[in-house]
């Protein structure tokens, strides 16, 4: 009989520890929040890597390319970016003629057999500013080449350059994605933000790498080429603090060719879709803006019908993706907006079950730094995403970790998204540790303004900081906050499902260990406007 009683005492122990490994769903929320203050033994940031550091270093000659780049243009076809040529910096720069090199891409689906070939276009884009002792940059020659007939979930081989000249990159491969199905879905998608060129950059990328994503998505703010001056030197963590008699927003260009070759290990191999973030403004003299990011990136805008860089939808297996643009207007009568609504109504939630929003400045936020900062972007258009029941909403901006409850208009609703901010890429303006709540934290009046658009304050209306601009304690729609650097994968395993890991990067040689973990689960069912109404009935 002994035996019996240790079998069973052996069960109740495996029972006690599954169900304590257990992943929670959103099914089991809305949570109490929690909040996992930052870790003192952990630096809160550190410098940016020289571009004579091996990762960032040209290593081919002037007509061979370089920061090669994917990006998903239909389920069909793919987009191939790179670089040629000899950047320039100095004050005075010629450019570079596009025409003087080819744009080939050479692709099939065997090594070294191709047995298509595709030709695109190139340009080159200038970085100019006419004041005393500032440095003026073009860029090397910039191509972009769209390869299709592509058939799903199919490993192709490519080499993209100019033939002519003998001046082709080694052998690269790719993966393309699944078709839109509602049985079909990328293998793992990774999501960052805020990257920058840290040490701690170097560790987010090469987690991402080790988790090997099959599409990435990168949430703006990448290179932090403006805490720079012009003639480079050292960046700053604060541009405005280190440098107070700046003419302008000064950036040093080269930092983005620095950016590209530090990604282009994984960028040549994975489709990245990125989105603009306020360090991508970069100003020049005559209202010009967003250059670098409008020339280097190759987007699905026209595929879309957004006709703009700035926001633009594509399809990933059962998965629809909104990229939305927080510094280009976003008022309902404006072109976005019109934009958006012809987009959502289009979505089949029979072939995309899924429907996940992403854009750079957060919504929801507790955290002090950027506290409501976007709240009139808020104001127009959450309800058009909450009525089209948009599933995942992903930000940046905040250089922290952040997990919401499902809530809608700051009130916990069972139908609206789920929130997240990863703005925790590890750049060189360091981790956010401070929240609104915090005693003595509560932004002031003057803080918090952003550098395109309004401001709309609000104080709550209603519930535990009702009239008050901030919470005594961490907000009810906040579920999970932490001050670390890291990236985060989406991992969709069907129509309701999806699994999503914040991945912390001191975490990143442990087993099977993570910051934050949780099934976000759709109930279309539920929400339907008709089911609302039911239960609104039953209720009253």
């Excluded at 999501?191 to 790498?209: C, E, F």
């Excluded at 930000?395 to 409850?405: F, I, P, Q």
Aim: proline share 6%.
């Amino acid at each position: 009989m002994k035996w019996i009683y240790i079998a069973h005492f052996l069960l109740l122990i495996r029972l006690i520890v599954a169900d304590h490994r257990r992943i929670p769903t959103t099914l089991d929320g809305p949570f109490l929040p929690v909040t996992r203050r930052f870790d003192p033994s952990l630096r809160r940031g550190s410098d940016d890597l020289p571009l004579d550091h091996p990762r960032l270093r040209k290593n081919v000659s002037s007509n061979f390319p370089e920061q090669i780049a994917l990006a998903i243009s239909t389920p069909s076809s793919m987009w191939v970016s790179w670089v040629t040529g000899d950047a320039q910096i100095g004050k005075n720069v010629t450019a570079l003629d596009p025409s003087s090199i080819a744009s080939e891409v050479w692709y099939g689906k065997e090594s070294e057999k191709y047995t298509s070939v595709r030709r695109g276009l190139s340009t080159v884009y200038s970085q100019l500013y006419p004041f005393e002792g500032l440095l003026n940059y073009t860029s090397g020659i910039v191509h972009h080449v769209r390869i299709d007939g592509l058939d799903p979930e199919t490993k192709y081989y490519y080499r993209c350059g100019d033939s002519s000249i003998s001046a082709l990159s080694k052998e690269h491969v790719f993966k393309t994605l699944p078709v839109p199905s509602k049985s079909s879905y990328p293998h793992r998608i990774a999501i960052v933000g805020d990257l920058g060129l840290t040490s701690n950059s170097t560790t987010t990328v090469d987690h991402m790498v080790k988790n090997d994503p099959s599409l990435i998505l990168m949430l703006g703010d990448l290179t932090y080429a403006n805490q720079y001056r012009t003639t480079g030197g050292k960046g700053a963590s604060c541009f405005s603090c280190a440098f107070p008699d700046a003419p302008i927003r000064e950036t040093y260009q080269p930092r983005w060719d620095g950016w590209g070759r530090f990604m282009e290990p994984l960028t040549s191999r994975v489709p990245m879709m990125v989105i603009e973030g306020n360090h991508e403004i970069e100003p020049q003299i005559s209202g010009i803006t967003f250059e670098s990011y409008l020339t280097r990136f190759a987007v699905p805008s026209a595929e879309s019908g957004s006709n703009s860089s700035f926001y633009y939808s594509f399809n990933a297996g059962g998965v629809h993706f909104l990229m939305l643009g927080a510094y280009v207007d976003y008022n309902a009568t404006g072109a976005q907006y019109a934009w958006l609504k012809e987009d959502l109504s289009k979505v089949d939630r029979s072939l995309t079950p899924w429907l996940v929003a992403a854009w750079h400045p957060p919504w929801y936020n507790s955290y002090a730094s950027h506290y409501q900062e976007f709240e009139c972007m808020r104001q127009e258009m959450e309800h058009l995403l909450y009525e089209h029941h948009v599933d995942i909403v992903f930000s940046g901006h905040v250089h922290a970790y952040e997990r919401m409850n499902r809530v809608f208009d700051y009130t916990l609703d069972p139908c609206g998204p789920v929130y997240i901010t990863v703005g925790d890429g590890g750049n060189i303006e360091k981790v956010d540790v401070d929240h609104a709540d915090d005693p003595g934290k509560c932004p002031s009046a003057g803080d918090n303004i952003p550098e395109i658009g309004g401001v709309c304050r609000l104080n709550y209306s209603s519930g535990p900081a009702e009239g008050k601009f901030c919470w005594n304690t961490q907000p009810e729609w906040s579920a999970f906050r932490e001050s670390s650097f890291g990236h985060g994968t989406l991992e969709v395993t069907n129509s309701t499902h999806a699994l999503w890991t914040w991945h912390r990067n001191q975490d990143m040689y442990k087993d099977d260990s993570h910051g934050d973990q949780i099934y976000i689960v759709r109930q279309p069912g539920a929400c339907s406007p008709t089911a609302k109404v039911a239960s609104v009935s039953i209720l009253s």
